[in-house]
């Protein structure tokens, strides 16, 4: 396993100086272990793990669409209120709501 390879090089390195290579090793096994452990924390360590980030990564990008979309409605609502308010204003400054009362 990881943690056997690691406790060897690091026996193997003890008591002398180490090269660059050891170092490198070193520090490979000990941060792929670490990946590994912080997976395994998360729940993201068996075979499913690929399938459902890609499911989460589909899921947020819909989140994000659907935001887009639902700002996009309500800045075309305001802009059209917005608007009918100066058609409006525009038909009582000219007195075109007189005329339709008759």
Sequence with gaps: ???EMLARLV???EGR???IVTVR???EEASDLGAG???ERLGLADRRAEGDMRE???LLSAWRDAKKAARGAVIGWVVRIAMAMV???IAVKVG???LVRG
């Design 87 to 89: 058609l409006l204003g």
């Design 96 to 98: 075109l709501v007189g």
């Design 11 to 13: 026996a193997q390195a």
């Design 56 to 58: 989460l990564r589909e």
């Design 1 to 3: 396993m990881k943690e």
């Design 37 to 39: 452990r912080a997976l």
């Design 17 to 19: 100086p180490m090269d």
């Design 25 to 27: 090793a070193l520090i």
